[in-house]
């Protein structure tokens, strides 16, 4: 049996209801970010950045593209022999077949993953967050004050905290109490929803806890913790960090990589974002095409004008197009002519010529207001665009789509277009 002083636990199972048609095919951590990355690669490389080397990735909702993408971890230097990186889905047991059915019990049912390494520590992630972390500075920090957890705290504006879960604490760090999404905050100091635990700590609590349905670190197993005289500490951290939960957040933390200085730096030697990267064509730039404040990734071909926007790779923008402000990901095709503004055109969809995307003035979408909105226009994967129509702002299109499901040429602003299933 080998030991390991700390394994991690990424949970990657999340659906990301609220990307929309982004993650209907994909679960939230597959999805692009930055053109050439996904999401999960930031916590996979933060994990071999900090030295541990063993990960263990658990995934439900559409899992296939998240497989592929992680394979045996050959980028992030994961492909061990002992340790290194495992996709853990839910099985069927001899006895039933259960789903996750909340943070904690997807934990809960890879116990004998857990054990099989001996850990002296369990380090809990999530599989949607953008940033970069040192663990084992953590990890320092939860052995120096005999910690049995430590749960990584960001400090957030008063007014923004109770859309968190946050810690109280004490002048020493130890946390007293914590409140879940507070009416009237006491603290600012927001969870991170990345944990250390001592794995005694870990393991007799998600025991305890078995048959809590939906069990979740937040709600049940923290408070367990708690109220059983277990000590909790809040490490604060202060670095980028982004929760690409919406549309919105998701299209800012993509237009912040482009900024001047931008905050979130992916070109830092000292700490490498890995990620699979199967494109191996350089880029093409024509010798008319315009480009500024952009990220243009390996294989795309370049022929129109591109401003403040993030192009994946393998992604074609023809003659005459004019891209702005938006995201663009892998094996895309931009028709000539086109005018496209505050756009995110998730994989494989093509855009006939001549079509106008992000005109006039924001209205509520009809499908889901509180999704489709910032004004962008989202484009799930596989989708079809024809020529010469026009689209407003706040509109979600997915599938193959057909003049006619444009009358007059038109989707306007709010309006949405559910087409057949793309290949």
């Not at 957030?156 to 507070?182: L, N």
Request: hydrophobic share 40%.
């Amino acid at each position: 049996m080998v030991k390991k002083e700390m394994i991690a636990m990424l949970l990657a199972g999340g659906q990301g209801s609220r990307l929309g048609v982004l993650t209907e095919k994909v679960a939230k951590p597959a999805v692009a970010f930055g053109g050439k990355y996904r999401i999960i690669d930031f916590p996979l490389s933060n994990c071999i950045n900090s030295g541990v080397d063993t990960v263990g990735v658990l995934t439900q909702y559409q899992p296939l593209r998240l497989n592929s993408h992680i394979g045996i971890g050959i980028p992030w230097d994961l492909d061990r022999n002992v340790g290194g990186v495992t996709v853990l889905p839910p099985y069927e047991k001899s006895e039933s077949s259960q789903w996750y059915t909340g943070t904690a019990n997807a934990i809960f049912q890879n116990m004998a993953y857990m054990e099989s390494y001996n850990p002296d520590y369990v380090l809990i992630l999530s599989g949607d967050h953008i940033y970069k972390m040192d663990y084992e500075v953590m990890l320092d920090y939860h052995k120096a004050n005999k910690a049995d957890v430590t749960i990584a705290t960001m400090p957030v504006p008063m007014e923004e905290a109770s859309r968190f879960g946050i810690m109280i604490t004490d002048e020493t760090g130890r946390i007293t109490e914590f409140e879940e999404k507070p009416e009237h905050p006491r603290s600012n100091l927001a969870s991170m929803g990345i944990y250390i635990f001592s794995w005694p700590t870990l393991k007799e609590s998600l025991i305890a806890l078995k048959d809590q349905k939906g069990c979740d670190f937040g709600k049940h197993i923290l408070p367990y913790c708690r109220d059983n005289g277990k000590r909790l500490f809040a490490y604060e951290f202060n670095g980028y960090w982004k929760d690409v939960g919406t549309l919105g957040s998701y299209w800012e933390a993509n237009m912040e990589l482009i900024d001047i200085i931008p905050e979130f730096n992916l070109y830092e030697e000292f700490w490498k974002i890995y990620t699979k990267a199967d494109i191996i064509r350089p880029q093409y730039i024509s010798n008319d095409a315009v480009i500024d404040r952009s990220l243009i990734s390996e294989g795309a071909e370049i022929y129109g004008e591109v401003h403040n926007s993030v192009i994946g790779a393998d992604v074609i923008i023809e003659e005459g197009a004019i891209v702005r402000g938006s995201i663009i990901m892998r094996h895309c095709r931009i028709g000539s002519g086109c005018v496209i503004d505050k756009a995110i055109i998730a994989e494989n969809v093509t855009v006939g010529n001549n079509v106008v995307m992000g005109e006039g003035e924001e209205a509520l979408n009809v499908l889901k207001p509180a999704v489709y909105s910032f004004g962008l226009v989202t484009i799930g994967e596989n989708s079809q665009i024809p020529p010469n129509v026009v689209i407003g702002k706040n509109t979600a299109i997915t599938g193959i789509t057909t003049p006619e499901d444009y009358p007059d040429g038109k989707l306007a602003s709010g309006g949405a277009i559910i087409g057949k299933e793309g290949e």
